[in-house]
């Protein structure tokens, strides 16, 4: 099993930026695959970015260039920067690991970009 546990959300007014943390229960070197998702009110939750074996694998085409996934297996932690932020960033951020075939998330952080 995998726990994941987020952080780093907010409000921050446009342009802004923000670094969104999610601490996994166990190396993030043993788990197939993480990523971040997001879910405005409304809409469907939207894949974000991905990393496999460290290296960012997936950038959705409306954050590409200001948003970076990493990650840092010391801490077992995975981050997303989130920079040159948007009104229409707003929403709950989720963290998903991919283990062993099965799915696991986060609860959820709030970035709200609002002036």
């Known amino acids: 099993q995998v726990q994941l546990v987020e952080s780093g959300g907010g409000l921050v007014q446009p342009g802004g930026s923000l670094r969104l943390s999610c601490a996994a229960s166990?190396?993030?070197?043993?788990?197939?695959?993480m990523g971040w998702y997001r879910q405005a009110p409304g809409k469907q939750r939207e894949l974000v970015a991905t990393?496999?074996?460290?290296?960012?694998?997936y950038y959705a085409d409306s954050v590409k260039g200001r948003f970076t996934i990493s990650g840092d297996d010391a801490k077992n932690t995975v981050y997303l920067q989130m920079n040159s932020l948007k009104p229409e960033d707003t929403a709950v951020y989720y963290c998903?690991?991919?283990?062993?075939?099965?799915?696991?998330w986060g609860q959820g952080t709030q970035v709200t970009v609002s002036s």
């Open positions: 998903h690991a991919l283990f062993l075939f099965r799915s696991y």
């Open positions: 166990r190396s993030i070197a043993s788990i197939n695959g």
């Open positions: 990393i496999t074996s460290g290296d960012p694998t």
